[in-house]
């Protein structure tokens, strides 16, 4: 079946930094790309998604990578700010459409 | 409202007894999904419904856990005889405009303690 991976459990920045999270999936029919923010005790948060008709999409110092060639997606923070701390999760939908399948968090740790 | 709704926030059984978890969608969100999150880091799909029909529940382990969206009544998820690896945080979502949309919105957790 569908997976979807990432490829660091954490990590750490400093404030101001540009943080990348990446992300790995393995259907190629993918069409849709989901990324979501957990903060500590609550459900994920929705940032930005992509088409995989785009190779790219930016949000308000978010910005999405999309390389379907080998399957791989990125999310980009820009100037990252201690309330970018959290669980940053990629998620795409199961090959029978019918829910979204989540990939491995990563936490982000910003130190100021 | 405008947000998903889940109760309680916290829930504590002893090994055997059943836990009973609920979900108000929000108003006009026809779709419900159902997550376990065991680790912080990864979520399982566990059930989805449309309206009140069962959509998807090929992640649900089916001996011991049930699920229900009535109309006029909060979902609900049920688990019959606890065991320790149930011992969980169980999110629900809910969407208007299908499962793969982005429109999923998601309720704060029921933590499941298992003792």
């Known amino acids: 079946g569908e997976s979807v991976g990432l490829h660091l459990p954490t990590l750490s920045v400093q404030e101001g930094d540009n943080s990348i999270i990446n992300c790995a999936y393995s259907?190629?029919?993918?069409?849709?790309f989901i990324w979501y923010k957990q903060e500590s005790g609550k459900g994920p948060q929705f940032i930005i998604d992509?088409?995989?008709?785009?190779d790219k999409r930016q949000g308000q110092r978010v910005t999405v990578l999309l390389n379907k060639t080998v399957k791989h997606l990125s999310l980009q923070i820009a100037a990252t700010q201690p309330g970018d701390s959290a669980v940053y999760f990629c998620a795409v939908p199961n090959q029978a459409g019918t829910a979204l399948i989540f990939g491995k968090g990563t936490t982000l740790s910003v130190s100021s | 409202g405008e947000e998903v709704a889940q109760t309680p926030k916290h829930l504590v059984r002893g090994e055997g007894q059943k836990a009973k978890l609920y979900c108000a969608p929000i108003k006009g969100h026809s779709y419900v999904f159902w997550y376990q999150q065991v680790l912080k880091n990864e979520f399982k799909f566990l059930i989805s419904?449309?309206?009140?029909?069962?959509?998807?529940e090929t992640g649900m382990p089916k001996e011991r856990f049930s699920a229900k969206c009535l109309p006029n009544s909060p979902c609900s998820l049920e688990i019959q005889a606890t065991k320790l690896e149930d011992s969980a945080v169980y999110f629900c979502?809910?969407?208007?405009?299908?499962?793969?949309?982005?429109?999923?919105?998601f309720g704060s957790g029921t933590r499941l303690t298992v003792v």
């Open positions: 419904f449309q309206n009140e029909n069962v959509f998807d």
């Open positions: 979502a809910s969407s208007q405009l299908g499962p793969t949309s982005i429109g999923y919105t």
């Open positions: 992509i088409r995989s008709n785009m």
């Open positions: 259907n190629s029919a993918s069409d849709y």
